[in-house]
């Protein structure tokens, strides 16, 4: 089936509702676009009949056969460099990297290759590949499963760079990754893949303000990339976060009885700058939030965007919390991540200013 044969439908036809966590949302993202589109193919490290080491692809080996879910060797560069080809013959590959930690051996495929394809070859190829990765701690895998390298992805031109927070958005923002012409990093958050938390309680969080984050409709729908969603809104302050650390601002805001607008960024590559821009002219104040090293950290970009275009809007100096310059520890993982006291003491600071 060609690109031009996909079975089209409105961005939103979904009418029913169900209660899924973000695996079960990204089970079903795969199985809707697999079902829309014969060129969607999985593949990776036991997605097949194991269903892949969290359960993202449980199933689909069954339902759509071996051809179109199957199982890889343990080599990352060459899952990637196999769905950069595939994906310039015409069918849109979605290779799983078991962790994020794995995938630096695949960075010159993707680098090299994927992000620039469209540009070497005048649009005459793409590659509308979407690699989907777990990221981040939660799982107390330190330096080998727990890393957050979402910014070395932001840095390189051609790829977009996707990062859910809620199983709503994950269903969405992969089946938009997935439809998207050019290939894109769509980093999972482990930590919450089973449902939403407070960010260092292990409670689950109280349901957002406009919606259960946990409540995702049935069938088709896409969340555009590019749009950062508001999560509560607020006079006093930005935040802004992403993945994990959206539940961790927002229960250390409520606790702290801080009125912040937090934004979920979603997709840092697309960066919604225009909504970032909006809220930190009407606070005056930003805070930066991010599980990932602080040096060279994406926050450093935020930081530099809000400066430059937000300055005579400020009333205090941007702030981050992030976590350290040291490789992620096991037993300390939360001291690692960003969490209430760290949060708490950057809030107090920026609005004693």
């Not at 994906?87 to 960075?107: K, N, S, T």
């Not at 601002?249 to 801080?258: I, Q, T, W």
């Not at 960066?271 to 602080?294: F, N, Q, Y």
Request: proline letters at 7%.
């Amino acid at each position: 089936m060609s690109q031009a044969d996909t079975k089209e439908a409105p961005v939103a036809e979904a009418n029913t509702e169900r209660r899924l966590n973000m695996i079960e949302a990204i089970n079903d993202a795969l199985d809707i676009s697999m079902s829309r589109n014969d060129n969607v193919v999985v593949m990776g490290e036991d997605v097949g009949y194991f269903g892949g080491v969290f359960r993202c692809t449980a199933g689909l080996q069954d339902k759509y056969g071996k051809t179109r879910v199957f199982d890889t060797p343990i080599n990352e560069c060459g899952i990637i460099a196999v769905a950069v080809g595939m994906g310039a013959y015409g069918l849109r590959p979605v290779p799983e990297i078991q962790f994020a930690d794995y995938i630096y051996p695949g960075l010159d495929q993707l680098i090299s290759e994927a992000a620039r394809l469209r540009y070497r070859s005048a649009a005459e190829y793409t590659a509308p590949i979407t690699v989907r990765s777990p990221f981040g701690g939660g799982i107390f895998g330190g330096q080998t499963h727990s890393q957050s390298p979402e910014a070395i992805f932001a840095h390189v031109s051609g790829l977009k760079t996707v990062i859910p927070a809620t199983p709503y958005d994950a269903k969405g923002l992969l089946i938009s990754a997935i439809e998207d012409n050019d290939p894109v990093i769509f980093f999972e958050p482990k930590r919450i893949y089973n449902g939403p938390f407070s960010g260092y309680y292990d409670k689950p969080v109280e349901p957002w303000k406009k919606h259960d984050a946990s409540v995702v409709p049935e069938g088709y729908y896409k969340v555009p990339l590019g749009e950062a969603r508001l999560v509560s809104e607020g006079e006093q302050v930005t935040v802004l976060a992403y993945g994990t650390m959206v539940y961790v601002a927002e229960a250390v805001c409520r606790e702290k009885g801080v009125e912040a607008d937090i934004l979920d960024l979603r997709t840092i590559v697309p960066l919604d700058i225009e909504a970032i821009e909006k809220s930190v002219k009407k606070t005056g104040r930003c805070l930066i939030v991010h599980e990932a090293t602080r040096t060279a950290g994406f926050g450093a970009e935020l930081s530099a965007l809000v400066t430059e275009r937000c300055f005579y809007h400020l009333e205090a100096p941007v702030e981050r919390v992030t976590g350290f310059d040291t490789p992620y520890p096991h037993s300390l993982e939360w001291a690692y991540f960003p969490g209430p006291i760290r949060i708490g003491e950057a809030l107090d600071k920026i609005l004693s200013e």
